[in-house]
Structure formats: structure tokens, C-alpha cells
């Protein structure tokens, strides 16, 4: 669903007309915010969906993990020589997504306890090490595929590192206290 989600934003953004083109995430709800039960389900969402093999559980851990993964394929596409339009605003879109995760971790870093932290700084280097195999392919046709392949983060990335930023102890909304079912879908 995350991927449909960014290829339609993709889209959307590279064929807006230059005059709406902008630095940051697209607005699709202008003068609207998100509802409180609205973001709890969304987090409900992500919180019961599985995480890949190797995600952390924590959310600080989970945060780094995420920003390190971002990186590596940011990294990836700087590695080809001629980038076409897509990847271009791949990169840059990855490169604020993968801020965002840095200040969520800046933010939260003295909260940790140095477990947390150290826990974190594995997963960093378990995520980026993912990278440094594709990164030394000596044919660019093969780095070029490996970076199209890449089928984006978990969305728990985004709600973790609000927590994260936000201090956030409290459990996350359980889909039954969000009102939804085992599939994510309103119960009536």
C-alpha cells in the first residue's frame, strides 16, 4: 500500500504543472489537518502490520534502522551516472524523509537508555551494511535495477519517529480501540 502510495505521489508530482511543484512533501488536504482518530488509525495500521526480517521492534532503534535504509538507497542512486527524472526525485524525496528520521532521532537521543542506543546503532549498521554489497557492483546496469527494486520503509517508520520526537511512551492504539478490524477496515 506504501508503495502505491509514493508511485501515485510520483506521478502526481512529476506531471503538476511548475508552478505547484514544491520542496517537501506534497499537500494532498490543504487546509485540513489529519484527525486525532484519523493518525490513530493509520498508527493502528502500522503498529499490527509485520515488520521485514531484521527490524527492530523498538520505535528509536526502529527510527535508525529506517534513516540508514533511506541513506543506503539515496547513496545507491548517487552511484549511477546519468539518473533519470524518477530516480532524481526518489533521492530527493528519500533525502527529507531520511531528515526527518535524523531530527526524530536527535530529538529522542537523550531519552534513550544506552541500551536503546546501542540497539540503535546496530540496527544503523545492519540497515546500511544491506547497501554496501549493491553499492560495489562494478556493472551500473545492475546498481541501476537494484535501486528501482528498492520497495520503500515499513509505514511504521513515519509514526515511530513521531513518537520518538514527540516522546511518545504510551502504547500505540490497538486497531479494536481504533475501531477497526483485524483487516483494517472500519467496524460499523
Excluded at 44 to 67: F, H, K, M, N, S
Amino acid at each position: 500500500m506504501r508503495l502505491r502510495l509514493a508511485a501515485s505521489l510520483l506521478a502526481l508530482a512529476l506531471t503538476a504543472p511548475a508552478a505547484l511543484a514544491q520542496d517537501g512533501p506534497i499537500a494532498t488536504a490543504t487546509g485540513a489537518t489529519e484527525s486525532v482518530e484519523a493518525r490513530n488509525a493509520r498508527e493502528a495500521i502500522a503498529y499490527e502490520t509485520p515488520l521485514p526480517r531484521g527490524a527492530p521492534d523498538q520505535d528509536y532503534p526502529l527510527v535508525a534502522w529506517c534513516a540508514a535504509l533511506v541513506e543506503g538507497h539515496i547513496a545507491l542512486g548517487r552511484t549511477l551516472t546519468a539518473p533519470d527524472a524518477l530516480d532524481q526525485d526518489i533521492m530527493r524525496l528519500g533525502a527529507l524523509e531520511a531528515t526527518d528520521f535524523r531530527e526524530a532521532l536527535r530529538a529522542g537521543a537523550a531519552r534513550q537508555t544506552p541500551a536503546t542506543r546501542t540497539a540503535a546503532e546496530t540496527a544503523e549498521a545492519e540497515a546500511t551494511a544491506r547497501w554496501t554489497e549493491l553499492m560495489a557492483l562494478p556493472d551500473e546496469a545492475a546498481r541501476s535495477q537494484a535501486f528501482g527494486l528498492f520497495f520503500g520503509l515499513p509505514g511504521r517508520c513515519e509514526h515511530a519517529a513521531r513518537r520518538v520526537r514527540e516522546n511518545i511512551t504510551t502504547a500505540p492504539v490497538t486497531l479494536e480501540a481504533a475501531g477497526l478490524d483485524e483487516m483494517g477496515v472500519p467496524v460499523p
